[in-house]
């Protein structure tokens, strides 16, 4: 079955950073451009950062340029989130995400990982 398993959250200082890994099974992923999400409480789930199928292209969140790198591994069927300088505002639950752009369109997510920024 189709699983996406997020990795990598914890509590980190402000100014540190965390890297954040998906894995993906059940699903040819190269096919799919992939997606991190966040969802802070209260707040709507935003988009953080998007990858295309081959990774040869990303698009950030404006606020988060500079500090946060999304990338892929094609033959790991694997995306990352690398996120530098943190923030507390960076504080949320972030999820993977999976989509194709076929008819219908198709879309997986994962379970999340908390990520806590705080001294």
């Known amino acids: 079955q189709v699983q996406l398993v997020e990795s990598g959250g914890g509590l980190v200082q402000p100014g540190g950073s965390l890297r954040l890994s998906c894995a993906a099974s059940?699903?040819?992923?190269?096919?799919?451009?992939m997606r991190w999400y966040r969802q802070s409480p209260g707040k709507e789930r935003e988009l953080v950062a998007d990858i295309s199928h081959t990774g040869g292209s990303a698009n950030y969140a404006d606020s988060l340029k500079g500090r946060f790198t999304i990338s892929r591994d094609n033959a790991k069927n694997t995306v990352y989130l690398q996120m530098n300088s943190l923030k507390p505002e960076d504080t949320a639950v972030y999820y993977c995400?999976?989509?194709?752009?076929?008819?219908?369109?198709?879309?997986?997510w994962g379970q999340g990982t908390q990520v806590t920024v705080s001294s």
């Open positions: 059940g699903f040819t992923f190269s096919w799919y451009r």
């Open positions: 995400n999976a989509v194709k752009w076929s008819v219908p369109p198709l879309q997986y």
